[in-house]
T-cell receptor
Framework: AQKVTQAQTEISVVEKEDVTLDCVYETRDTTYYLFWYKQPPSGELVFLIRRNSFDEQNEISGRYSWNFQKSTSSFNFTITASQVVDSAVYFCALRPKETSGSRLTFGEGTQLTVNP | GAGVSQSPRYKVAKRGQDVALRCDPISGHVSLFWYQQALGQGPEFLTYFQNEAQLDKSGLPSDRFFAERPEGSVSTLKIQRTQQEDSAVYLC?????????????FGPGTRLLVL
């Protein structure tokens, strides 16, 4: 079975602080894909990043960075110099290559609030 | 280009009513997915289409839920004899190809409230 755990239910920071959202996953597949999505109050899930299990390089995109560590089954997401517009629910998701069909398995999400 | 669209955005139904939720995927996207998102939870998989073929419906919670995509484009999720526990946001997603690494792009969802 696949499982994604986002232990942080809610995080509140002040603008310009750095914040890291944790994601831990479980899968028996050796090849899998990890995703982060942002869900603003409007409700639409916005794709942020996809990472393949065989590529452990970390990635940076502007103020966003992702730390993938296969040894600890973690795929953490850091926002540097947070802004009020970053306030949203963030979901980590897993899609194994071989099992569980084509579905995404999501974590419970982390509600991030960035205060001015 | 246009993203995934869903209609209606909001639906209020009386318990026992049938409802139909529509999804227009991104043009040319082969794969289409439906997810259910309860309040405060992550989305949960319902069903998956590849073109017009429904390849996985293992996530549908009961036989009151039915989905179709007859021409391989627009999809409809139908819920018969709605119950209060069906209240949730129903999200549709599409991806361009069949391979599992492909990214799923989501629509804005339909928020269903069953009274």
């Amino acid at each position: 079975a696949q499982k994604v755990t986002q232990a942080q239910t809610e995080i509140s920071v002040v603008e310009k602080e750095d914040v890291t959202l944790d994601c831990v996953y479980e899968t028996r597949d050796t090849t899998y894909y990890l995703f982060w999505y942002k869900q603003p109050p409007s409700g639409e899930l916005v794709f942020l990043i996809r990472r393949n299990s065989f590529d452990e390089q970390n990635e940076i995109s502007g103020r966003y960075s992702w730390n993938f560590q296969k040894s600890t089954s973690s795929f953490n997401f850091t926002i540097t110099a947070s802004q009020v517009v970053d306030s949203a629910v963030y979901f980590c998701a897993l899609r194994p290559k071989e099992t569980s069909g084509s579905r995404l398995t999501f974590g419970e999400g982390t509600q991030l609030t960035v205060n001015p | 280009g246009a993203g995934v669209s869903q209609s209606p955005r909001y639906k209020v139904a009386k318990r026992g009513q049938d409802v139909a939720l529509r999804c227009d995927p991104i043009s040319g996207h082969v794969s289409l997915f439906w997810y259910q998102q309860a309040l405060g939870q992550g989305p949960e998989f319902l069903t998956y289409f590849q073109n017009e073929a429904q390849l996985d419906k293992s996530g549908l919670p009961s036989d009151r839920f039915f989905a179709e995509r007859p021409e391989g484009s627009v999809s409809t999720l139908k819920i018969q004899r709605t119950q209060q526990e069906d209240s949730a946001v129903y999200l549709c997603a599409s991806s361009i190809r069949r391979t599992r690494q492909e990214t799923q792009y989501f629509g804005p969802g339909t928020r269903l409230l069953v009274l």
